[in-house]
């Protein structure tokens, strides 16, 4: 485990075939954790196995009930120019896995726009302007 600033530990993860999880800011102690970026800073790991990985999640979160008994109703998804065209293979790929999640949850996508996202939730003390912000990052 380590500290975690931004989406360093899912991306990497997700490439190398690992599991990986970065916990919101705020929501996992850092008690005894040396800062990197206080408005940032959170726990992460790596795990080579589903069954560490969900160790690691589990006695992080452990008040949450993770007894489901429906999906999701609404698929957020941010259309802003950010992901693979789909005129690229990356893009159809992931074009077709949207449809899947959305045939699979009987919903359909729902856009969302993360700047103006941000201008109304970002945490106090944090840049008002998410450019700003991933600077820090």
Known sequence: MGSD???SMRSPSGMQG???NRPSTGA?????VLPLCHALDT???FARSATTWARVVHSWY???DPNYTTYPRKLYYVDDGSFP???TEAGRLLEAMVRKIEAF???KRTPVDVVKRWEETHAEGTPADWREML???
């Open 5 to 7: 600033t931004g989406g």
């Open 18 to 20: 690992l599991f990986g």
């Open 28 to 32: 996992v102690p850092m008690d005894n």
């Open 43 to 45: 726990a992460g790991v």
């Open 62 to 64: 452990q008040g949450f």
């Open 85 to 87: 065209s789909v005129e």
């Open 105 to 107: 949850l009987g919903v």
């Open 135 to 137: 600077n820090t990052v």
